[in-house]
């Protein structure tokens, strides 16, 4: 049953950050966008995660989700970015609109293999596009980036499905590790990616949108904490909620119900607000239950 309450009434207005400083090689910094967007800084990059900032995910703009969160950082005012990471190439996650307005900032991409063909199609220059399988890696300056598996599909036209890779990364370097899930049903993989990397300092994980229908391709909350406890992560901030309705759930049940389990398992969470610039150091302070 579709809740009566999958927007919120108004328009969410995000945190507004006016100056952003110089990514540093020994610290960890982020600002999450909304949905799946991030904005992450370690190993002394500037790194965009899933950029979306149009209004409308659809292959049609007048037609589909409509955003119900204001854009939180206008792209004219990011900084350079040292890299844009692309998990799989659905419409809520690969904006062509976005990547169009951002490429002149961007000097690489780290995608998964497909995802190559699509940016090229746009007229963004190979030599930017790094194309990676499950589990391969490439070296950025002082990050490396891992795609990881998930258990989720990829397509954007119903006719043609899971023509690319889809997955999530594992950005590591002297100092931090950074996992961000991207899409996926509970597996295997999460227990995988501590097997191969050890324990993960700050995990962005799929928490939303989710119903009965696709449990495979999405995590429900409970999930969701379980896969970060798979994961050892040492702090973990939900994402995949907080802009666009995609299932039938409440717009804020995802997070209310995430720090509910994560307190039962003894886990840390932040919630920091969409827009609010997060350095590592003083993550817990950040505990807000600002979707009351």
């Avoid at 110089?22 to 990059?45: C, M, P, Y």
């Avoid at 999460?190 to 989710?210: H, I, R």
């Avoid at 999405?218 to 040492?234: G, L, Y």
């Amino acid at each position: 049953m579709r809740s009566s309450k999958v927007k919120p009434k108004q328009m969410i207005i995000p945190e507004r950050v006016n100056y952003i400083k110089n990514a540093e090689l020994d610290k960890l910094r982020f600002i999450w966008l909304g949905h799946s967007s991030i904005f992450v800084q370690t190993g002394g990059q500037n790194i965009l995660i899933d950029p979306v900032f149009s209004n409308v995910t659809s292959p049609v703009r007048f037609i589909g989700p409509k955003r119900f969160t204001k854009v939180a950082i206008r792209p004219e005012d990011y900084p350079d970015i040292d890299v844009v990471v692309i998990s799989h190439d659905h419409y809520d996650h690969l904006d062509k609109a976005t990547i169009k307005i951002m490429d002149s900032k961007v000097s690489h991409y780290v995608v998964p293999m497909g995802v190559d063909k699509i940016l090229k199609k746009w007229k963004i220059s190979e030599s930017k596009i790094n194309v990676l399988s499950w589990w391969e890696s490439v070296t950025l300056q002082d990050n490396q980036y891992t795609l990881t598996p998930s258990k989720h599909f990829s397509g954007r036209n119903p006719l043609k499905m899971n023509n690319t890779v889809f997955g999530g990364i594992y950005i590591k370097n002297d100092n931090y590790s950074v996992y961000y899930t991207g899409d996926g049903g509970y597996s295997k993989f999460f227990k995988e990616v501590y097997e191969k990397f050890g324990e993960t300092d700050l995990m962005f994980a799929e928490s939303g949108q989710y119903n009965k229908n696709w449990a495979d391709h999405h995590m429900f909350p409970n999930q969701t904490v379980t896969a970060c406890k798979d994961a050892n992560a040492r702090w973990f901030v939900p994402v995949h909620w907080g802009a666009f309705v995609l299932s039938t759930h409440a717009w804020n049940e995802p997070p209310e119900k995430t720090t509910e389990y994560a307190k039962e398992m003894g886990l840390n969470i932040a919630t920091p607000r969409i827009g609010q610039l997060v350095d590592y150091d003083n993550i817990g302070e950040y505990q807000e239950k600002w979707w009351k």
